[in-house]
């Protein structure tokens, strides 16, 4: 079966770091997204990984380990404007045709 | 900006009524997608489009009617919908479904069934 679990919500501090993790069980892994998604807004695409390791671009880091089926997103020197729900996503590939499960989301609430 | 759009923005509509909701992506993308967003839920495939055929209906009740003329357009028409219906209805597309490549996401059409 497939199941992507994330923590429903976390808060942190505005300058401090935060880890959301992710955990994932597919029958055809072929990659792993992150989303941000502000309240009222679209997804929008933060990283991807399909091999194992650590993938930085800016202030935010996604790791891979696909024999533990895990993922986390680092967000480091948190802005208020980080405040929003994380998605986890697994693109699952059956044959020719790869759809993403997504996670139910890790709210993220930045505190000054 | 991200290049899919979304009308309308709002819908509220009673139970027997009939609308259409629309969808473009102006990124030259083969593939398009609708999901439904409800709350504490993950988002949820309804269906799949790749180059303007139909490649996945995720169990997705008759009274939910899909339409996709060309690839840059992507409507779902809805009729004798349920108050659980309410829910944000997400657009998005991508290159085309067997590449790796991230999906772009329209702002949603908030939906709510009286």
């Known amino acids: 079966g497939q199941n992507i679990d994330q923590p429903t919500e976390m808060t942190a501090t505005e300058g401090a770091i935060v880890q959301i993790n992710c955990t994932y069980q597919?029958?055809?892994?072929?990659?792993l997204f992150w989303y941000q998604q502000h309240a009222g807004e679209a997804p929008t695409f933060l990283s991807y990984?399909?091999?194992?390791g650590l993938e930085e671009k800016g202030r935010f880091s996604s790791f891979l380990s696909r024999s533990k089926g895990y993922s986390y997103l680092l967000l480091k020197e948190l802005q208020m404007k980080d405040s929003a729900s994380y998605l986890c996503?697994?693109?699952?590939?059956?044959?020719?045709?790869?759809?993403?499960?997504f996670g139910k989301g890790t709210k993220l609430s930045v505190k000054p | 900006e991200t290049g899919v759009t979304q009308t309308p923005r709002h819908l509220v509509m009673g139970m027997t009524n009939k609308k259409s909701l629309k969808c473009e992506q102006h990124?030259?993308?083969?593939?398009m997608y609708w999901y439904k967003q409800s709350a504490k839920k993950p988002l949820e495939l309804m269906f799949v489009?790749?180059?303007?055929?139909?490649?996945e209906n995720n169990s997705v009740p008759s009274r939910f009617s899909p339409e996709c003329p060309n690839s840059s357009h992507l409507f779902l028409h809805l009729h004798t919908l349920q108050p659980e219906d309410s829910a944000l209805y997400l657009c998005?597309?991508?290159?085309?479904?067997?590449?790796?490549?991230?999906?772009?996401f329209g702002p949603g059409t908030r939906l709510t069934v009286t």
């Open positions: 998005a597309s991508s290159q085309d479904m067997r590449t790796s490549g991230e999906q772009y």
């Open positions: 597919t029958s055809g892994f072929n990659g």
């Open positions: 990984n399909v091999l194992d």
């Open positions: 996503a697994v693109r699952d590939q059956r044959g020719s045709q790869g759809n993403l499960i």
């Open positions: 990124l030259g993308h083969n593939a």
């Open positions: 489009y790749n180059f303007k055929e139909q490649t």
